[in-house]
């Protein structure tokens, strides 16, 4: 059984919104029967009337945050507990994404040996920290390569089992980093695509049936496509009738609009 895992923790609206938008998308791609939802969250009863598995972390998100100092450390662990606790394959999918056709079958197809992951992002990507060397529970010693070092974006994080002691590596660099946190927010995505590396772990990018987002001006532009196509029923999964098309000019456009509106909101 394949379990797709999704993470709430905080109590934001406009976050539990892309949740709701992504899960609906996912819903309509994959395999009941082979396949079952998880949301993982701090308030269980949110989510009691969806058709999901669900998780309650509340009492483990100040350990698995590093104590507050890293709450992206979470992802890595949750996944780790996830695979402990259910012994089968996991695939964490963050809020902000919308799943495409064709997803669910990609994803059957390329789990296994490989991790799947969202998309490369670049060589070389945390310059500064040239020099850096720690130890790790199952690779031993590792330091930063500036000529090899590379990272892969972590919208997807999908492992079995057999990958746990990846993670433990992975939650041990975050550890080392986690000083650093402020000034790198994306270490946990460094850290796992490290490791994966430095294992020499196949890595499996899944980009053209997934859709990630995360950038400041594309959540502007899905906050309000959200609102628009859903209904306001918490409960009520029922997909929009045009899921939302993320182009170039329709984001630029929207966000023009947006901010001459929310311009003209600050002198009324």
Do not use: C
């Amino acid at each position: 059984m394949l379990n797709y895992l999704y993470l709430d923790y905080g109590g934001q609206a406009k976050y539990r919104a892309e949740l709701k938008y992504s899960l609906i998308s996912l819903r309509a791609e994959m395999d009941p029967a082979k396949t079952r939802i998880l949301v993982a969250t701090d308030a269980p009863e949110v989510y009691r009337a969806w058709p999901v598995r669900v998780m309650d972390i509340a009492a483990r998100i100040p350990a698995w945050s590093g104590r507050g100092l890293y709450y992206h450390r979470i992802k890595p662990a949750l996944v780790r507990a996830a695979l402990e606790e259910l012994g089968e394959p996991v695939l964490f999918l963050d809020s902000d994404s919308i799943v495409r056709p064709g997803f669910h079958g990609e994803v059957e197809a390329r789990m296994g040996d490989a991790v799947v992951m969202n998309r490369f992002e670049k060589n070389n990507p945390l310059p500064p920290l040239k020099g850096f060397r720690t130890q790790l529970p199952h690779l031993g010693a590792y330091r930063y390569d500036v000529a090899h070092s590379w990272m892969y974006n972590s919208g997807l994080i999908g492992m079995t089992p057999k990958h746990v002691p990846l993670l433990d590596d992975t939650l041990a660099m975050i550890d080392a980093l986690i000083g650093r946190a402020k000034k790198f927010p994306t270490i946990e995505q460094f850290a796992l695509s490290e490791v994966l590396r430095s294992s020499q772990t196949p890595i499996a990018e899944i980009h053209d049936s997934f859709l990630h987002y995360w950038q400041g001006r594309r959540r502007i532009y899905m906050a309000a496509q959200i609102a628009k196509g859903l209904s306001p029923d918490w409960n009520d999964l029922t997909p929009p009738r045009q899921w939302a098309e993320m182009t170039n000019w329709k984001i630029r456009a929207y966000n023009y609009y947006h901010g001459i509106t929310h311009v003209a909101e600050l002198f009324k």
